[in-house]
């Protein structure tokens, strides 16, 4: 809901500060007072043409800020473009246009872009007059109203639609993969061959890697060990002379006490030396290795090593590898069972989108006849008992289909009897227009997505019984939604709940639109003008008082 509105140097306003509260709102005054510049200037903060035109002259630049209650849609629209909103906070709209040209625009004091402000001001306001092909004009959003309308429930063939789609994508895919495999088939059949004869193995490559290193570090050692052998073994070894040098010892030992003690240290050393050979022993047969097993290890290991670096993988990962390709032409010699499964699905979930889309098209058709009805029922009131409305409800093209279903749904008329239906805009104009969707708003009630609507000029070129109506009609919708009517009918002008009236002034150098909130006794007189020109008669106000009574 719009809660005020403030316009600095627009075009003959200087300065105005206006405050709006729920339900229905007038706006009057004479001809070219300035009720256009008061909707330019709200338009101006919703996202339309920046004129640098609209500056007032003699003034840098134009502003314009509006303040609303936001909608839950408005809201979602602003957190998804990062705009925060704080429960209970007001959402404030601020617009600046220069005289030498440019614009911004500010949402709660962040920059904005102009094609934001016009997706929120699609979400706020509807503005509809003479030249406006927003709103209830714009058959995009017929469909939607119609189901608002009907309370038709559209999820069941949202879910089918989105069934059939993945289902479609699964086929896709499948073909993509099986085309794609097709074209590597014998590519597929070498690698898997291949890998099968190679049979690689996780960590096998380590394994291979340590058991070469090891032979190739026992072949650099072998003659160390047997220099070492020959020195220590033999009959000209280290042992044999130890134990000779011994024997000789033991004879003459018992001669002199140092002697048993050399033969003490010998003995000793024949025991280290013993265990020395029995090590070296180990070492030899540790150490051992056949040539041709480290041939044949160095052989399987370049040959992993060359296999991983032709499919750019590491050599542990061949296995999983193998077993991927394995699998990939699996799926290629049976992929035609799995195409014919997912065909079938297709099939399937097609007949039940069919049957959704048909289910959702006769709610809609159920629907539309009862809002011709009512529609029909508003339109002898406002001076179109000669008209014919209804919601035409046609197949869509099948690019069109989706998840609201199969329907192309447009509002029509038809102006006189045995004229052919068409679309509103295109055969009705001026206040018929404004009445035509006059008599569809009322119809379908609270179902607009806006909670501010804005009428300009609606009782155009009628008055009496049919400008009572309208203003009946007006108030009656005002009830569901906040409601601006720029009006010249005094009948209309009765039944607001708030009056602004919008005059111009001129000091001899400057002239200046101002717009005043009426209390009680300036509306009587207000609509007394409006009743009977420039010399307000006393009948003008009596009559004045009487409508203001029965409104």
Request: glycine share 8%.
């Amino acid at each position: 809901m719009l809660t005020a509105l403030s316009i600095r140097d627009v075009v003959l306003i200087e300065a105005l500060d206006l405050e709006f509260g729920p339900g229905l709102g007038v706006l009057t005054g004479e001809t070219g007072a300035g009720k256009s510049i008061l909707l330019d200037s709200l338009g101006l903060a919703l996202g339309a043409r920046a004129d640098s035109a609209l500056v007032r002259h003699g003034a840098a630049q134009a502003a314009v800020t509006a303040t609303f209650d936001p909608s839950p849609a408005a809201e979602q629209l602003l957190d998804a473009n990062g705009f925060a909103v704080e429960p209970g906070e007001p959402l404030i709209i601020r617009r600046i246009v220069k005289a030498d040209g440019g614009s911004r625009a500010f949402v709660n004091d962040q920059p904005a872009s102009a094609g934001l402000l016009r997706e929120l001001g699609a979400l706020l306001v509807e503005i509809h007059g003479q030249h406006d092909e927003r709103g209830l004009l714009a058959p995009a959003g017929h469909r939607a109203l119609l189901d608002a309308y009907g309370r038709i429930d559209s999820a069941p063939a949202a879910a089918a639609w989105a069934a059939w789609r993945a289902a479609e994508d699964a086929l896709a895919a499948a073909h993509a993969e099986i085309d794609n495999a097709a074209r590597d088939r014998e590519w597929l059949e070498h690698a898997v061959a291949e890998l099968d004869a190679l049979a690689p193995e996780p960590g096998e490559e380590q394994a291979l890697a340590d058991k070469r290193r090891t032979m190739q570090r026992a072949a650099k050692i072998a003659d160390d060990l047997s220099a070492i052998g020959a020195h220590l073994e033999g009959s000209e070894g280290a042992l044999s002379h130890l134990r000779q040098a011994a024997r000789v010892l033991e004879r003459v030992a018992p001669d002199h006490a140092t002697l048993a003690e050399a033969l003490a240290a010998i003995d000793r050393a024949l025991i280290e030396a013993g265990t020395a050979e029995e090590r070296l022993h180990d070492a030899r047969l540790a150490l051992a290795y056949d040539p041709r097993t480290l041939e044949d290890d160095e052989a399987r290991l370049f040959e992993l090593r060359g296999l991983a670096r032709k499919h750019r993988v590491q050599p542990d990962d061949l296995a999983a590898l193998a077993d991927e390709l394995r699998a990939r032409l699996s799926r290629l010699n049976a992929g035609e069972e799995g195409i014919v499964a997912l065909e079938a699905r297709v099939a399937e979930a097609a007949r039940a989108y069919d049957a959704a889309a048909e289910a959702l098209g006769a709610a809609r058709a159920a629907a539309a006849a009862r809002l011709d009805k009512a529609v029909a029922g508003e339109l002898a009131p406002l001076k179109l008992d000669a008209a014919r409305f209804r919601t035409a409800i046609a197949p869509a093209a099948r690019e069109a289909w989706g998840p609201a279903g199969k329907d192309r749904v447009e509002f029509e008329i038809a102006t006189n009897p045995g004229a052919p239906f068409a679309p509103l805009i295109r055969i009705a104009s001026g206040g018929e227009l404004s009445r035509f969707i006059l008599a569809l708003k009322v119809a379908l009630a609270a179902e607009g997505s806006a909670r501010t609507m804005v009428f300009d000029e609606i009782d155009r070129g009628v008055g009496g019984a049919v400008a009572s109506a309208i203003g009946e009609r007006l108030a009656r919708l005002a009830g569901q939604a906040q409601l601006l009517v720029v009006t010249h009918s005094p009948q209309v002008a009765a039944r607001g709940a708030a009056h602004l009236l919008i005059a111009k002034s001129h000091d001899g150098i400057v002239t200046r639109t101002g717009v005043t909130t009426l209390g009680e006794t300036e509306r009587r007189e207000e609509i007394a003008r409006m009743l009977s020109g420039a010399t307000i008669t006393d009948e003008a106000r009596a009559q004045a008082e009487r409508l203001l009574e029965v409104a």
